[in-house]
C-alpha cells in the first residue's frame, strides 16, 4: 500500500498550487483520502477529507473557501486544489487512507500515510 503526495513547491502569498496523491496497492474507492499538514516542531492538523464516492467532503476552518478535494478513483489519483496560499499555509502536506465512514479528523483514524509534499508560501 503506497500514497504519493506530490506537486508542492515555492508561492506567491495569493497564488496557487495543485497537490495530487497517486495510490496504489489498493483499490482507492475503498477508502476515503484526508489532507493533513504540519509545521516543524507543531502537531499535524486536519486539512480537507473525502468520502469514497467523492460525495462528501470535509475542511477546516482555515482552509474553507480556498481549498478544494477531490478525486478520479479510476486513475487512483485525490487531489487537492490550494487557491489564495497565505503564508500561514506553509507546511509539509500529506494524503493518507482511512476505512472509517464518518469522523476523520485525526491522524489515528487513517492508516496509510504519504511521505508528504512541502508547501512554501512567501514573497
Known amino acids: 500500500v503506497q500514497l504519493q503526495a506530490y506537486g508542492g513547491g515555492l508561492v506567491q502569498p495569493g497564488g496557487f498550487l495543485r497537490l495530487s496523491c497517486a495510490v496504489s496497492?489498493?483499490?482507492?474507492?475503498?477508502?476515503?483520502i484526508g489532507w493533513f499538514r504540519q509545521v516543524a516542531g507543531k502537531e499535524r492538523e486536519f486539512v480537507t477529507d473525502i468520502n469514497r464516492s467523492g460525495i462528501a467532503t470535509n475542511y477546516a476552518d482555515s482552509v474553507k473557501g480556498r481549498f478544494t478535494v477531490s478525486r478520479d478513483n479510476a486513475n487512483n489519483r485525490v487531489y487537492l486544489q490550494m487557491n489564495s496560499l497565505k503564508p500561514e499555509d506553509t507546511a509539509r502536506y500529506y494524503c493518507a487512507a482511512s476505512t472509517r465512514v464518518s469522523g476523520r479528523y485525526w491522524p489515528q483514524d487513517y492508516a496509510y500515510w504519504g511521505q508528504g509534499t512541502q508547501v512554501t508560501v512567501s514573497s
Open positions: 496497492g489498493f483499490t482507492l474507492d475503498d477508502y476515503s
